[in-house]
Nanobody, 115 residues
């Protein structure tokens, strides 16, 4: 059974940084691409960043140059380093992967950027 557990969210001032983690279990982590999505109040869930099993990365235009995604296959964990945070980055952030023709989601972690 696929399990994804996010952590690391919180309240941060504009310009600050946070590092999100997602611990995965129930599948062979190293074989699969991993993604971070976010959903702000009243908005649709959007893809933020993705890392393949070959370590290729993609980012939403809104976070390019500010966010970085990485993975540690020895710990079955994917990370999202968020720098230069803006109020518009406020959202619930979700870890996700596509396995067996279905997308699995974590429970999400709240990130709030506010002074």
């Amino acid at each position: 059974q696929v399990q994804l557990v996010e952590s690391g969210g919180g309240l941060v001032q504009p310009g600050g940084s946070l590092r999100l983690s997602c611990a995965a279990s129930g599948f062979t982590f190293s074989r699969y691409a991993m993604s971070w999505y976010r959903q702000a109040p009243g908005k649709e869930r959007e893809l933020v960043a993705r890392i393949t099993n070959g370590l290729s990365t993609d980012f939403a235009d809104s976070v390019k140059g500010r966010f970085a995604i990485s993975r540690d296959n020895t710990k079955n964990t994917v990370f999202l380093q968020m720098n230069s945070l803006k109020p518009e980055d406020t959202a619930v952030y979700y870890c996700s992967t596509w396995i067996s023709r279905a997308r699995s989601w974590g429970q999400g972690t709240q990130v709030t950027v506010s002074s």
